[in-house]
């Protein structure tokens, strides 16, 4: 007689079928899951791949319509529009950032009138408007100034507000700047406006691609954003970001980069049990492309596994260039 006839716990019982292996699935990835960031262009007609993001194109709006609707039809609900600022209009003072008429602005008047149903979620922050590419403004030292940052991202949250988001997203790590928009946006009559702060970001060399995309590498020239965004070494102090956010009004936090910060999400999910959001970025996008462009990861499998993993560690939504890919994938599985 084997030892193996008395085996009480077989774990692989529940393994042997795709039915069972179903039925005692903990997580589940749906397109609903999916946050879809774009790229804008000013114009029409505009289009134009990202090199160190490889199958991502900046669109402009007219374009980006189409791409929304495609997006709704394989069923995600929501887009995190990101402007791409001509040069000629950044400049010290950041004032494009407000500009009723620039870029992203333009794209949620646009947007909410052809496809109201689509979520619109906006980056607030400074970076793609200021002539050097930081997320604020600067002192005469180059340090990022806080106070006076903050009444910019005022006026941008406001505006963006005004053209119809639904969510605006503070990307920006200023200190206290998600109860002063949250303020005015209560003041202006927004109630309804929520805001998706960028609540644990770290200074992190993954957004590389993204600069790249929106024009902001050059200008930041090797310079790096550790005065304001978190040290990678931290978790205790992601948690103190993320409750202070909390406290100043934020309706839904984000970690972000995504997957080497999934044990942040975990305890985010864990310790506060708040709607916790992750980003996957444009370096973990470009990291994967270049390995499937080798043939060295499947593709479609390696997508689905590593947007799976967000909602294991605890994410409720997951920001990713893979967005309509995966939706596809998981349409056709
Ligand atoms: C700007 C912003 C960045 C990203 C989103 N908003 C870049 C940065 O902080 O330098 C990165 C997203 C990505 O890498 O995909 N505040």
Redesign the pocket.
Known sequence: MSYSQYLPRRMRRLRRTEGLRVMVAENQLTAADLIY?VFVLPGSNQRESVPSMPGVERLSTDLLVEAAKEAYELGIRSLALFPVTPIEKKSLCASEAFNADAIAQTAIRTLKAELPEMMLIS?V?L?PFTSHGQ?GLIDEYGYVMNDETVEILIKQALSHAEAGVDIVAP??MMDGRIGAIRDALEEAGFVHTCIMAYAAKYASA??G???DAVGSAANIKGGN?KTY?MDPANSDEAMTEIALDLEEGADMVMVKPGMPYLDIVRRCKSELAVPTFA?Q???EYAMHVAAFDNGWLNREQVILESLLAFKRAGADGILTYFAPEAAHLLQNR
């Open positions: 960031p980056d922050a970076d997320d990307s920006d993954y957004y691609p993204f600069r954003k965004q980003y970025v444009s370096g």
